[in-house]
Each structure stands twice: as C-alpha cells, then as structure tokens.
C-alpha cells in the first residue's frame, strides 16, 4: 500500500511562490512516475505536472509550462512543485497521485484515471 501526503499549499498574492511537497511511503515510490493534480472550485480535476521514475522526463500542462517545476528526490521518497508567477486562477486544491506501473521512461499520463494512488490534497489560494 502506498501512502502520499502533500504540503505547502496557503495563501498567497498573485506573482508570488509556493513550494508542495509530497511524501511517499511504501517501497514503490522510487520506481514509480508522479504527478500532480489540481482542482478548483465547481471544476473537473486537471492535470498539471508530472515526471518520470528517474526524473528525466517532464511534462507539464500549457496552463503552467514555465511556471511551474516538477522535481524528485527519490532518497527522500519526495516529489516537488514549485509555483512561481502565481495567478488567482492557479487556485485550487493540489493533489500528488503515483502510477503503480514500474519504471514507465515517458510517463505521457495526465488523465485522473491512468494514476493509482493519490493524497489528500494541498489548498493553494492566490490572491490578486
């Protein structure tokens, strides 16, 4: 069983920062390709970030491509998203999800239904 928990999120003025982290236990994670979700008020959960096993491969969404970084650290069993340029429409609960899969090298997923286990989510709020 996989466990992720997400941290960071808050209140923040638009053109500001945030950093999520989220922790992952179990033994899976390292092998494992991650995402990060959002989903805002009365809106469908979208797709955001994710990144591959190793690290080397990223994909983003347009809404957020250089804005937004994705990263890992496996040693810390830790995925990262840093949120720079925030906008008020960036508002939304974050959520981390895992694929079970091993070892995918272009994880191209960014349906709700193509990851396996999620967290609990993270609110972020950009004020404007």
């Known amino acids: 069983q996989v466990q992720l928990v997400e941290s960071g999120g808050g209140l923040v003025q638009a053109g500001g920062s945030l950093r999520l982290s989220c922790v992952a236990s179990?033994?899976?994670?390292?092998?494992?390709?991650m995402g990060w979700f959002r989903q805002a008020p009365g809106k469908e959960r979208e797709f955001v970030a994710t990144i591959s096993w190793s690290g080397a491969w990223i994909n983003y969404a347009d809404s957020v491509q250089g804005r937004f970084t994705i990263s890992r650290d496996n040693a810390k069993n830790t995925v990262y998203l840093q949120m720079n340029s925030l906008h008020p429409e960036d508002t939304a609960v974050y959520y981390c999800a895992l694929v079970s899969r091993a070892f995918i090298t272009r994880p191209i997923m960014t349906r709700v239904d193509e990851y396996d286990y999620w967290g609990q989510g993270t609110q972020v709020t950009v004020s404007s």
């Open positions: 179990g033994r899976t994670f390292s092998s494992s390709a």
